[in-house]
Structure formats: C-alpha cells, structure tokens
C-alpha cells in the first residue's frame, strides 16, 4: 500500500520497491558524515547501509555534504552495475533536494526520482517543484519515508558517534610510548574505547601489534598510576 501511495503523489511510473535515504549528522562542522539507508522489497536492509565521511570542503554545509554524498553514491552505481533505484529520499527541504538534483545532474541521471523529506512540518519537496507537497499525516506513502527518515537520522548519528569515540581513543594511544600513528589506527579499529582495550587480554593485544610492542602496551595500560 506504502509503495502504491508514494508511486501516486510522486507520478512514479511503478511503486517503488528499492529507496535509499540519506541523512547528514556534524559536530559543530566538524567530521562531517553523511549516512545512506536502503529500504528493499518491503524491508529494512541494514547491511547495505553506508556511510561517507564527507572530504570535499571544511566546515558546516549540509548541501554541499548531500551533493558530495549523493555524486559518491550514485557515480559508484554506475561504475560498478548500472543498476539504479527506484527512489532517493533526503532529510531537508528545498535546498537539500536542489543539491541532490544538482549531483545526480552532473552524472547525467535527472530521470532518477527524488524527494525530500522536511522535518517540523513534514513536507515533502520535488526537484524543480515551486511548492511542497503536503499529505495526510496517516498516509501511508508518508509514514514509509518518514521511518526512513528517521532510520537515516539514526544511522547517521550513530556513525558519528562511534567516529568521536575512535578518535577520543587515538588521543589517549598517542600517551603510551612507541606505538605510533599506524599502531594507534589498528587498536582504535579494533577496540574502539579505552574500556575495552584496558580488558583485552595480552594475547590478543600481541597478535595485533607483535610480541614485544604487544607486551610493552600491555604493561603501560596496566602499570600503576
């Protein structure tokens, strides 16, 4: 019904049965993330999720950070299948589906369907369409996007907070002598807090970084303070 609904307000040729949402989530314009969520044949598909860590430009622009996203995207589509989707959600309003449209634009794909999803009043906004589109809160096209929305939102912040977290580790690495930059990305990859590397047992941390290194950071992390 979901499907039908949208393929309705949209003037889509057929329901849509694969939609990718995209959501933006910084800190203060920093480590910007964009996160892409897939909706496939009526379900949630978590393992094709991707998130970009967006590396274009410096600072705080989320139409900038959904142009980059979506170009990234869809440029790989075409280079790895050809095989697009039936639609493309974004989480904003006018300016975010302009900047989408721009990048899909520049790959030469216009004929692929976008919308985006505003917050607040939930409208929905056309490439190229003056006014928004306002449905039923109970439409059911309506509420498919707006759990997308919402999951993207999610994923997106979730991303962005396991970043922080790696990173707040690296800075704590950068303490224990002779472990350099390329030792400190393998334990943050590995560990992600400083909790969870101070249980691993030493054996592992050796298998990791080597017997000796292994050993010395084993000491340091549990040394006396």
């Given at each position: 019904a979901a499907p039908r609904a949208l393929a309705r307000h949209l003037g889509l040729a057929h329901p849509p049965r694969w939609i990718e949402g995209f959501d933006i989530s910084n800190l203060q314009g920093t480590a910007v993330i964009a996160s892409m969520v897939v909706w496939r044949d009526g379900r949630i598909r978590k393992g094709e999720y991707r998130s970009f860590n967006i590396r274009s430009f410096t600072g705080q622009d989320d139409f900038r950070s959904i142009?980059?996203?979506v170009e990234r995207r869809y440029r790989l589509l075409l280079e790895e299948s050809g095989v697009l989707r039936d639609l493309v959600m974004i989480d904003g309003g006018r300016g975010d589906v302009g900047a989408a449209a721009g990048a899909l634009a520049g790959l030469e794909l216009e004929e692929l369907p976008l919308v985006a999803l505003a917050k607040r009043e939930e409208e929905l906004?056309?490439?190229?369409?003056?006014?928004?589109?306002?449905?039923?809160?109970?439409?059911?096209g309506l509420r498919l996007l707006q759990m997308l929305r919402d999951e993207a939102h999610r994923f997106a912040v979730s991303r962005h907070r396991r970043q922080r977290t790696t990173g707040a580790l690296r800075s704590q690495l950068e303490e224990i002598p002779g472990v350099g930059p390329a030792r400190r990305k393998l334990l943050a990859k590995r560990y992600g807090t400083w909790d969870l590397l101070l249980a691993a047992p030493l054996g592992e941390i050796q298998e990791l970084l080597g017997e000796a290194v292994g050993a010395a950071v084993h000491r340091h992390l549990h040394a006396p303070a």
């Open positions: 142009a980059e996203a906004y056309l490439p190229g369409s003056p006014e928004p589109l306002r449905l039923p809160r109970r439409d059911e």
